[in-house]
């Protein structure tokens, strides 16, 4: 299986529930993101979790990261029909000379979160 | 924050023609990226574009097919050589101000290839 992948691949809502979404990695990281993409676009960062986070919380969202099962889990609560989009994770790996990032993000294969009016 | 443009936007191209798509960054930036996202599919690394020097590609792709420039700090060209039906995906633009930061997307360019 790949870097970053994701838990469900679709999920529908109706407004005002809370979405869960979840991936699992298996490279040693410095940090975790979330990403979304409105259909087709360009993408938008939402949050970055480092490696030595456990939470993380911005707005609506919260992140949670636990490094010794490899998984994150992002939390979007009092959902909208705005927030329908694709959700991504992605993961910067550990490498290079002192164990710093070379630069490059894997991206899971992503949540396709519908929520309804 | 960085802000990225990409062109074109979208474009329909025929078998084995070339393409080439630019992406425009407001600042600086130390780096660079290009993915491509297939019809359905999550993003995967092309290239780093390194300024002043040749293109980092990533397992699969290779500099025949995706030719890359960068002639400074805030400019890159990505050409999709050659082209086929299976070329057809979202190509993205990206930049990061440092490591371990976020990164920055432009709004990416649809190709169609017929």
């Known amino acids: 299986s790949q870097q970053g992948e994701e838990d469900p691949q679709a999920l529908s809502i109706q407004e005002g529930e809370n979405a869960t979404m979840n991936c699992s990695y298996k490279?040693?990281?410095?940090?975790l993101q979330w990403y979304r993409q409105n259909s087709g676009r360009g993408l938008v960062h939402l949050i970055l979790i480092r490696s030595n986070e456990r939470e993380k919380h911005s707005g609506r969202l919260r992140v949670t990261l636990d490094t010794s099962k490899k998984s994150s889990s992002l939390l979007i609560t009092a959902s909208r029909a705005a927030d329908t989009a694709s959700y991504f994770c992605?993961?910067?790996?550990?490498?290079?000379?002192?164990?710093?990032?070379?630069?490059?993000?894997?991206f899971g294969q992503g949540t396709i979160l519908t929520v309804h009016p | 924050s960085a802000v990225i443009s990409q062109k074109p936007s979208r474009d329909i191209c025929q078998r084995g023609t070339s393409l080439t798509i630019q992406c425009q960054v407001d600042?600086?930036?130390?780096?660079m990226f290009w993915y491509r996202q297939q019809p359905g599919q999550s993003l995967t690394l092309i290239a780093t574009?390194?300024?002043?020097?040749?293109?980092?590609?990533e397992s699969g792709f290779v500099i025949d097919k995706f030719p890359i420039s960068r002639p400074n700090l805030t400019f890159s060209t990505l050409t999709v050589s050659n082209m086929s039906p299976e070329d057809s995906s979202i190509y993205l633009c990206s930049t990061r101000d440092r490591a371990a930061g976020e990164l920055f997307f432009g709004e990416g360019s649809r190709l169609t290839v017929l």
């Open positions: 600042s600086q930036v130390t780096m």
């Open positions: 574009a390194n300024q002043g020097s040749e293109a980092t590609y």
């Open positions: 490279t040693s990281i410095n940090n």
């Open positions: 992605a993961t910067d790996a550990v490498g290079g000379a002192g164990g710093t990032s070379y630069g490059k993000l894997t």
